[in-house]
Nanobody
Framework: QVQLVESGGGSVQAGGSLRLSCAAS????????IGWFRQAPGREREGVAA???????SYADSVKGRFTISLDNAENILFLQMNSLKPEDTAMYYC?????????????????WGQGTQVTVSS
């Protein structure tokens, strides 16, 4: 059974940094995409960044140059380093995973989700 557990959220002032972690377990896919999504109150969940099993990455335009996604394959931990945070980055951040071969910049069809970790950025 696939399990995704996020951590690392918190409150920070604008311009600050946070590093999110997602411990992934129970998946046996050879090919997969794993990524970060976020949902702010009253808004739909959106893709933030993703990485596939070949190491290709994709970012939403709103976070390019500020966020970096990485995957520790030995420990099966996904990271999201978030720098230069803005109040509009405030949201619940979720880790998602899908098995199979996909275009990494396609943020749809994820079918495994964690419980989320809250990120709040104050101005």
């Amino acid at each position: 059974q696939v399990q995704l557990v996020e951590s690392g959220g918190g409150s920070v002032q604008a311009g600050g940094s946070l590093r999110l972690s997602c411990a992934a377990s129970g998946y046996t896919y050879r090919n997969y995409c794993i990524g970060w999504f976020r949902q702010a109150p009253g808004r739909e969940r959106e893709g933030v960044a993703a990485i596939d099993s070949d190491g290709r990455t994709s970012y939403a335009d709103s976070v390019k140059g500020r966020f970096t996604i990485s995957l520790d394959n030995a420990e099966n931990i996904l990271f999201l380093q978030m720098n230069s945070l803005k109040p509009e980055d405030t949201a619940m951040y979720y880790c998602g995973l899908r098995g199979g071969i996909w275009y990494v910049d396609d943020f749809s069809q994820y079918n495994y989700w964690g419980q989320g970790t809250q990120v709040t950025v104050s101005s």
